[in-house]
């Protein structure tokens, strides 16, 4: 297969087990999905959308989240981790919003860069999933599949979201990011990875991770 044969194969894979993508993060609108996000970060999507109803219940809005002290939103995100930093991000990005931008989230990825603990994944996460603006946000799972399947040398995530923007068509990168991470948990895991169940990797990925997975799988037995 030639480059441009195995992203057309990957596309089409995808959308046959992605009809419909959901969104990971429950949220009901562009600033819960940003406090959803920014709470995901070395946590885990099942735990957050665990905490997030907590949280909400209280404060789904930047005014009503600057009512709440820091410590009093620390104490309700605790589970999910880095509550410290979180805590101090929403509180400090929702007090940004209503001085700044009328409580409102800003659709500019380079805006919300400004917020506090707000990094290029998160922003580029709330533009695509709350806006529908294309953008390409790397995760680890999305991360480890494109050096898997031979479209990123695997150095580092910005080199991962050029080298995704460059072989895939901008109008779907909104789409393939989810369908990318879902792909990875279901198909693809760091873990207990089933090459036989990864039809993407065993039919495109790069002869070094197939080589790899084989001996590891013949030691083992």
């Not at 044969?5 to 596309?11: A, H, L, Q, S």
């Not at 600033?31 to 920014?38: D, E």
């Not at 789409?175 to 279901?186: A, D, P, S, V």
Request: hydrophobic residues 40%; proline residues 6%; without cysteine.
């Amino acid at each position: 297969m030639t480059k441009s044969e195995k992203v057309i194969f990957t596309i089409q894979t995808l959308d046959e087990l992605y009809p419909k993508i959901p969104v990971p993060l429950d949220h009901k609108d562009p600033y819960t999905l940003l406090v959803a996000v920014l709470l995901s970060a070395q946590s885990t999507d099942v735990r957050v959308n665990q905490i997030t109803p907590l949280l909400f219940a209280k404060a789904d809005n930047p005014y009503d989240m600057v009512k709440l002290s820091v410590e009093e939103i620390r104490d309700i995100i605790r589970p999910v981790g880095l509550s410290p930093m979180k805590s101090k991000g929403i509180y400090g990005l929702s007090k940004i919003l209503i001085d700044k931008y009328e409580g409102e989230v800003p659709q500019q990825i380079e805006l919300l860069e400004e917020l506090p603990a707000v990094g290029h994944k998160t922003a580029s996460v709330v533009v695509s999933q709350a806006f529908g603006i294309p953008a390409f946000p790397v995760d680890t799972h999305i991360h480890r599949l494109m050096y898997r399947w031979n479209f990123s040398n695997g150095k580092n995530v910005v080199q991962t979201e050029r080298d995704a923007k460059r072989l895939f068509p901008k109008e779907l990168w909104n789409r393939l990011h989810l369908q990318i991470i879902w792909y990875g948990r279901e198909y693809s895991p760091a873990r207990g990875w089933d090459l036989e169940k990864d039809i993407i990797t065993r039919t495109i990925g790069r002869k070094s991770v197939l080589n790899a997975y084989h001996k590891n799988k013949k030691s083992r037995s």
